[in-house]
């Protein structure tokens, strides 16, 4: 999918997360949601975010191919794994660097809400991704990305959104 795409999936998901679920610092986490779903795209050299940060993008880009890494379920569990740390073990030893984060545990949640949007995404094109690397497990689907399916697929997901927030 393109980056429109992705922040259109992004936004309808988080529509409805907030419909069910009461969050403070609304506007806040939309942002970060968006980043979340932008950032995964980092690895490719044609990307939105690869276009606005070329410097840290071509350094990620030596090491990761597309769609590797970076579109896997890894880096949402590093995401968490390193929100855990710093919240939830006591640690008597280690310092906690990211004190100033206390009270803004949530930037963890959006930033993988919107990560896991993005990776929902890519699955659904032919491409595909392989959610966890070591294993040789291929999540696709039919839509190919910057086709006439892919914008299609978008108005489908706006229409119903539209649908369920009027009707529902």
């Known amino acids: 999918m393109n980056w429109v795409s992705h922040l259109i999936l992004t936004w309808v998901l988080f529509g409805f997360y907030t419909h069910f679920v009461q969050i403070d610092h609304l506007y806040f986490s939309f942002v970060i949601a968006n980043l979340g779903c932008l950032i995964v795209d980092i690895d490719s050299k044609t990307s939105f975010v690869s276009n606005r940060i ?20 890894w880096i949402p569990v590093l995401i968490y794994l390193f929100y855990w740390n710093q919240f939830f073990i006591p640690s008597i030893i280690f ?64 229409l119903f959104y539209l649908f369920w927030r009027a009707y529902l």
């Open 54 to 73: 070329r410097y840290p993008s071509f350094l990620i880009r030596l090491f990761v191919k597309h769609r590797g890494i970076f579109h896997s379920i």
């Open 95 to 158: 310092k906690s660097y990211f004190s100033f984060l206390n009270g803004f545990e949530f930037i963890f949640f959006f930033l993988i809400f919107g990560y896991l949007s993005h990776l929902i995404g890519d699955s659904l094109t032919i491409m595909g991704i392989r959610p966890v690397p070591p294993l040789d497990i291929k999540l696709n689907g039919p839509i190919k990305t910057g086709s006439f399916s892919e914008f299609f697929f978008i108005f489908l997901i706006i």
